[in-house]
């Protein structure tokens, strides 16, 4: 082998290693892309397609072979990391509002085992967590997500620097800001259901006498579930609310 033939070699290199580390650290985080639930030969495929489409956008000549180029590859799995981890935040989000609203309608005991995380989830909390995942293949998110990556190796080329603290401390502020926006997805019916006690509340004062276990339980998961069909109505606005957050920070986290 020649020495330009050698050169470009490592060239190639150069740029799937730092596509790798960026592309890897995301996909290790991030729904959907690295769900447990897929296989793993479909998820290695997924991440090895999107390294070789997006290797040849970042050419940066820096030896691999040094404690810099492993600091590279290292901040370029946190970069990933830390953008598959806001995505993460906004399906967390979403299924937290939906085990806000299972325990108001008395389905907080109600359980299945999450095959994504090993755990046991309320009901609810799962069933939410599947729309929204439909609601992000549909609204073409994942397209949106690698158009960002591959927008990223041009304002933030791999670098042994990595984000700054004031990155990271955006991460920690936006999630309290995406968490808030739980509470906006169960609020409908977080508020109907508590109509419902109230009136609950209001008919034990007037019959002492009767048993609100056994009347008011049934009532409650009835009425829970029909303002849980109502509130479905406004579930598509609310994620695109979180999600428009989501792309401002990832955004920003890319930007450099």
Do not use: K
Not at 8 to 17: R, V
Not at 137 to 155: E, K, P
């Amino acid at each position: 082998m020649s020495a330009v033939e050698l050169a470009s070699a490592m060239s190639w290199l150069n740029g799937m290693l730092w596509a790798l580390g960026r592309v890897g650290g995301f996909c290790l985080v991030a729904p959907v892309f690295g769900a447990s639930v897929t296989p793993t030969r479909i998820r290695v495929a997924t991440v090895v397609v999107l390294t070789v489409v997006l290797a040849p956008l970042a050419p940066v000549q820096r030896d691999m072979f040094n404690a810099d180029g492993v600091a590279t590859i290292a901040s370029q799995m946190l970069i990933g990391g830390s953008v598959g981890f806001v995505l993460q935040l906004v399906f967390q989000a979403v299924s937290y509002g939906g085990i806000l609203v299972g325990q108001s309608m008395g389905l907080g005991f109600a359980e299945l085992v999450n095959p994504a995380s090993g755990g046991s989830v309320p009901v609810l909390g799962q069933f939410y967590l599947l729309l929204v995942t439909l609601l992000f293949l549909a609204m073409n998110g994942h397209l949106q997500v690698i158009a960002l990556l591959a927008d990223s190796f041009r304002t933030l080329p791999p670098s042994a620097a990595g984000l700054d603290r004031h990155a990271w401390f955006a991460v920690a502020t936006a999630g309290g800001d995406l968490f808030a926006g739980a509470l906006r997805v169960a609020l409908p019916a977080l508020t109907a259901l508590l109509l419902v006690n109230i009136g609950f509340a209001a008919i034990s004062r007037a019959a002492p006498a009767m048993n609100l276990f056994a009347v008011g339980f049934p009532i409650s998961i009835c009425m829970g579930f029909i303002a849980l069909w109502l509130a479905l109505r406004g579930l598509a606005s609310a994620y695109a609310a979180l999600q428009g957050v989501a792309s401002t920070l990832m955004r920003q986290l890319l930007n450099g």
